[in-house]
């Protein structure tokens, strides 16, 4: 897939699925522009295309605005929006019954608010320019219960899928594609606590039918799919990266 002369924005970039998203469109030959609150990493790749990294919060619409309004003005395009920013607070996200609210909100804020903000700023950029497609990161959580809850990152997940189905079926005739990936258990930042607990791994490995836990990387080769013209008849649906867990009986 050739993403050349393409331009892409990529909220929470500075790392695990963002960054592998990023390197993989810079690799096709896009203009990529990436936000998020981290600084720059050093693995930020440079290839075929171009790189832009601006730090800082993708809650603020101002900061948000003003680097999606760059990322359109400098190359005279909008095509791609890619959402991954998100957080989940083992030691803080619980049950509603037992949470500080003021959590809840903090976490509605970083995970659902800020695809609310980029979409808000991407989209009048993408009508202007006969269309474009957007992917936002969900999770497997937002299609079950737990109990063991993180009863703010659940509920935010399934809002993500409800709120990109609104935007796919709104635009839909101004050429903007809009679906969600849902990964299952993944070795991503979010999970560092697994790095020093090789039994956890094994365990985990041993529940996932194809036998291992996914990799940033094969969210980011689903992510490349449905932002590709291979997807064009592909939106407001949601995608199960998961290794076959949520199919189990």
Known sequence: MSFNGKTAVIAGGGGGMGLACANDLVGAGASVFVMDLKAEPADLARG??????????????????????????????????????????????????????????????????????????AIPHMKKTGGGA??????????????KPQDAYGASKAAIVRLSKSIAIQFAGDGIRSNTILPGPVMSPMQDRWKDNPNAIEAINAHIPVGRVGTPQDIADACLFLLSDKASFVTGTELLVDGGCMAKP
């Open 48 to 121: 075929d295309g171009t790189t832009s990294y601006h730090q800082g919060d993708v809650t603020d619409e101002s900061f948000v605005a003003q680097v999606i309004d760059q990322a359109a003005s400098s190359t005279g395009r909008l095509d791609f929006l890619v959402n991954t920013t998100g957080v989940l607070w083992f030691d803080k996200d619980k049950s509603i019954c037992d949470m500080d609210m003021d959590v809840w909100d903090q976490v509605m804020s970083i995970n659902l608010k800020s695809i609310a903000l980029t979409a808000r700023h």
């Open 134 to 147: 957007m992917v936002h990161i969900s999770s497997s959580d937002a299609l079950r219960g737990d109990n």
